[in-house]
């Protein structure tokens, strides 16, 4: 049907506009005289589809606006609803509560946006007058609580407006809230919008979103902070940091914060909430202090802990239960900061009263938004942040691969960034709730290690878990093996590990400081090489030997913090590309090198090393990933070397 795919056409196109949607609000529809189709909640319009709509007959529908309900707010909400359910010809769909609101427009598409721009002229003091002067052929709704009041004010002045001037109002401004766009094309919506965005545009200056620093003492704080959300049984929360101009001239002080410190809008209550944390101190220390204060007064009052917590100069700290919930957080709160600085043109900004904040809060309705945008399955490390060196190929990137399918934010760092951007995109386009992204990463190198670390906290708040993967090997007997390639090989497989512990460590222990119940993990991808010597394949077996003496020592260090330090130690991953590459991989280097007896070719490799497992398999990934998993889910060992070699070595 060619109208549902020019519906389809126009909520994409908006949806994926962050100028005209943030966090997936909004809803546009299609009607015909029989039958209207509009989003179901819980689908966002960016990516929707036709199954995305649900389908109401309007035969129902439009006896609604003359039907008497209730005067009791619960039970006419609770009528209203049936009456939508009733009307709903695909029940596995819900409608948007303002499908009543589309109804009522008579024109054949109406979209329905929360325009940053728009709002700053909503969310304004002179809202009414200026919207009034530049728009007089649109309807001004003043605030008015969602649901069925809403939709009957709009109903009645729809007639009112039709009645004086014998047309239908194709724009409907509602205050705090956003607004309504009707035409008979989507072109002609289209022109609208942008005719409306022209005018404001030319009204209100554009805010400074530049880029400021973010301080180092960032890797300091937010792992505390996030800490102390995620404490007595809250569960781990993702921390995601902003700072920009904008956030600094909010963020510069109390006074200043308060102007973005009261909701504009339902969507601001719905995923924000309707109070959040602001810390001003002067050293670290003091930062620490105060936002544990406010934190644990702030759930004592309310039940669960902030969205919120802005701490002046060092960034706006969105708060959620997983990646996705934390980055809504930070989109709705800084488009937030963006109404509030438009609308200093239109008058200075004005937030939602105390009645309609709390009508929100406790609206059934946009609890259950919430409830979708907040739903996922629960993964074996849900919610914890880990990093994986060398994880842009290989091993690597199927430890990490299989660790996001159980939920954790990953961290691909390598020095690959062309093959490391890729596998990020690959793995976004499989995540759920957590994300994955990029640091190129030198672990030889303790600056670029900062570097990671702090990219690590700025995105996800938190650095639960280290796996040190990035490994090298070089071949070759004593009379053989260049010595360069020996320190090559000491250098990334021995000292990295005693590196990259260094720094992992250090943000660890202050993490399990701000919890009594809290644990973290330094894990070595290490080798059944660490656990018995191989010919001809010293440079690399040294380095695995000396790693587990590492793990042994660092874990006797790090049990009175609760890290674990563990190893894992793979047999051979004769399919990744360290053993199967066609010219630098293990089996062309082993059979150049003269380490298996005998060998005429890569296949008389391959299966000589398959000879010795017992399981007669390769390792895997997926094998790897199920011991790291064990290693990190158990709070009973820790400097452990555990061999996953299928029999290859057995230990006594």
Known sequence: MKEIENLIEISRKYGADSRFVIAGGGNTSFKTAEKLWIKASGHALATIDEDGFAVLDRAVLNKMGTKEYSSETAE?????KKDLAIACITSDRRPSVETSLHNCMNFSYVVHLHPTLVNGLMCSKNAESVCKELFPDALYIEYTDPGYTLFKKVYDRIAVHRAATGKEPQVIFLQNHGIFVGADSTAEIEKIYDGIFAELSAKAAAPDEAKVDIPDSVTEIVPVVRQILSRGGRGLKTVKVLRNALTEKYLSSAEAFSNVSVPFTPDMIVYCKSEYVYVDAASAEDVLRQAEEKIEAFAAKRGFTPKVVAVKGLGLLSVGDDNKSAQIVEDVFADAMKI?????SFGGPHAMEPAWIDFIDNWEVENYRRKVASSASRGMVEGKTIIVTGAAQGFGQGIAQELLKQGANIVVADLNDVTGNATVE???????????????????????????MKETIVTFGALDVFVSNAGVV????????????????????YYAFFYCSRLASHIMKLETAADPEYFADIIQVNSKSGLAGSKANYAYAGSKFGGIGLIQSFALELAPFRIKVNGICPGNFLDGPLWSDPVKGLFVQYLNSGKVPGAKNVEDVREYYL???????????????KAIIYAIEQTGETGQAIPVTGGQVMLA
């Open 76 to 80: 006419r909400e609770a009528q209203v």
């Open 340 to 344: 509030a600085f438009c609308a200093e």
């Open 426 to 452: 690959e793995f976004n386009n499989m995540a759920k709730n957590n994300k994955a992204i990029f640091v190129k990463t030198n672990v030889g190198d303790l600056d670029s290690l900062a570097t990671l």
């Open 474 to 493: 070089r071949a070759g007997g004593l009379d053989q093996l260049d010595p360069k390639d020996f320190d090559f090989v000491t250098k990334i497989n």
């Open 611 to 625: 000879s010795k497992v017992p399981m007669h398999k390769g390792c895997t990934p997926l094998d790897v990933c």
